[in-house]
């Protein structure tokens, strides 16, 4: 029944039978599909804190607006379910416009702070390496990493970026990639490569990059394998566990257009 108002207030609205803003149309929806809603939410989030902040970053963004409002609060939903806080200074989330539809991407912060949460992980970050640091790395029986950032002078241009992470259990690993490496990865995985945080922050997406390699071969949580498989997905469908729907991601002409809202730099190492 909701979803059946919800999709008359779209109608109407396309029709131009009700002339009302995008953030209107937006809350008459969330209203609308309010109990199928609250039903998908983690107890820790309210249906009236979940619409707040839906409606803070659908009315921060006009690019926003103009995407499928379901595949909108599909993406706020998959930020619910993990806990994340969507496109916001501290980078746990994204909500990205994709052609017509709204792709979900996790943010390093939050990756980070998923790694965190699983009990297991005592220990993760990751840096970028210049040109003129002092930088070592030896794979093999007995891996081993050494870096010595350049404190004075001048640093030179960024090389590659690591991650590392420390389990409880005195474990360690750690993956490095070159910058040209995280570049080619970037262009051949990202859609939204020339529309999103790639633009505006490329060294936060380049050691997610490393992160996400990293955490391939870590001892991590459920929660923390829903968060990877779900990112870079475009849904239009509410669960109760958004993993378990399919993406739904079409393809389009991608344009390349330059996001203008800055984001601030945060301190990656969690310790």
């Given at each position: 029944?909701?979803?059946?108002?919800a999709?008359?207030?779209?109608?109407?609205?396309?029709?131009?039978?009700?002339?009302?803003?995008?953030?209107?149309?937006?809350?008459?929806?969330?209203?609308?599909?309010?109990?199928?809603?609250?039903?998908?939410?983690?107890?820790?989030?309210?249906?009236?804190?979940?619409?707040?902040?839906?409606?803070?970053?659908?009315?921060?963004?006009?690019?926003?607006?103009?995407?499928?409002?379901?595949?909108?609060?599909?993406?706020?939903?998959?930020?619910?379910?993990?806990?994340?806080?969507?496109?916001?200074?501290?980078?746990?989330?994204?909500?990205?416009?994709?052609?017509?539809?709204?792709?979900?991407?996790?943010?390093?912060?939050?990756?980070?702070?998923?790694?965190?949460?699983?009990?297991k992980?005592?220990?993760?970050?990751?840096h970028?390496?210049?040109?003129?640091?002092e930088?070592?790395?030896?794979?093999?029986?007995?891996?081993?990493?050494?870096?010595?950032?350049?404190?004075?002078?001048?640093?030179?241009?960024?090389?590659?970026?690591?991650a590392?992470?420390?389990?409880?259990?005195?474990?360690?690993?750690?993956?490095?990639?070159?910058?040209?490496?995280?570049?080619?990865?970037?262009?051949?995985?990202?859609?939204?490569?020339?529309?999103?945080?790639?633009?505006?922050?490329?060294?936060?997406?380049?050691?997610?990059?490393?992160?996400?390699?990293?955490?391939?071969?870590?001892?991590?949580?459920?929660?923390l394998?829903?968060?990877?498989?779900?990112?870079?997905?475009?849904?239009?469908?509410?669960?109760?566990?958004?993993?378990?729907?399919?993406?739904?991601?079409?393809?389009y002409?991608?344009?390349?257009?330059?996001?203008?809202?800055?984001?601030n730099?945060?301190?990656?190492?969690?310790?």
């Amino acid at each position: 029944m909701a979803s059946e108002q919800a999709k008359g207030v779209l109608q109407a609205k396309a029709s131009g039978e009700v002339k009302i803003s995008p953030q209107k149309g937006m809350q008459q929806m969330l209203k609308a599909m309010e109990t199928e809603i609250a039903k998908a939410l983690p107890s820790m989030v309210s249906s009236e804190r979940f619409q707040r902040v839906a409606l803070t970053a659908f009315s921060s963004n006009p690019k926003l607006q103009t995407c499928d409002p379901k595949s909108f609060i599909a993406a706020m939903m998959q930020s619910a379910q993990l806990g994340l806080e969507p496109n916001t200074p501290i980078q746990q989330a994204y909500l990205i416009p994709y052609g017509n539809q709204v792709q979900f991407q996790v943010g390093y912060k939050g990756l980070l702070e998923l790694a965190q949460r699983s009990g297991k992980i005592k220990t993760i970050y990751a840096h970028e390496v210049h040109e003129n640091d002092e930088f070592d790395i030896d794979y093999g029986l007995n891996q081993a990493l050494k870096h010595k950032p350049l404190l004075k002078g001048d640093k030179g241009p960024v090389i590659g970026y690591y991650a590392v992470y420390h389990t409880l259990d005195e474990g360690y690993s750690f993956v490095f990639m070159t910058k040209d490496e995280v570049l080619e990865f970037a262009q051949a995985k990202s859609k939204t490569f020339k529309n999103g945080p790639w633009q505006t922050d490329f060294d936060a997406m380049a050691k997610k990059t490393v992160i996400k390699q990293l955490l391939k071969y870590a001892p991590i949580s459920i929660e923390l394998q829903k968060a990877i498989t779900t990112d870079n997905t475009v849904k239009t469908t509410i669960d109760k566990d958004m993993s378990d729907i399919p993406d739904e991601t079409q393809d389009y002409i991608d344009v390349e257009v330059q996001d203008e809202e800055s984001q601030n730099n945060i301190e990656l190492e969690i310790k």
